[in-house]
């Protein structure tokens, strides 16, 4: 079984997300969303703090996502319990505006 760095994972978490949302609504509205979300859920988990969207970058899509290194010094089912929490927001606010079905 492939070992993956908790950066890689949830780069590529967020990029689906970003995909998927983007299909029906405009991108840069997708990612105001997840960093919404991200930011609600930052208090709850503090595995978040490592990822950072600039608002004055939206327009620029995926390339306004930072994820910062010190992330994968955290335990990966803390990461893992985190993007449930995203996605069950991310369900919530969006309805069926944008699919979250992979």
């Known amino acids: 079984m492939a070992n993956f760095k908790n950066s890689e994972v949830i780069k590529r978490v967020l990029q689906t997300f970003v995909r998927k949302i983007g299909r029906r ?8 969303t997840i960093d919404n979300a991200i930011k609600n859920l930052e208090e709850k988990h503090d595995v978040l703090r490592y990822i950072k969207i600039d608002a004055s970058r939206y327009m ?18 803390k990461l893992g319990k985190a993007i ?5 927001m991310l369900h919530n606010k969006l309805g069926g505006r944008a699919p979250l079905v992979y």
């Open 60 to 77: 620029d899509g995926f390339d306004a996502v930072s994820i910062m290194s010190e992330i994968n010094n955290v335990e990966s089912y």
């Open 84 to 88: 449930q929490e995203i996605i069950k």
């Open 25 to 32: 609504i405009p991108e840069s509205f997708a990612l105001s």
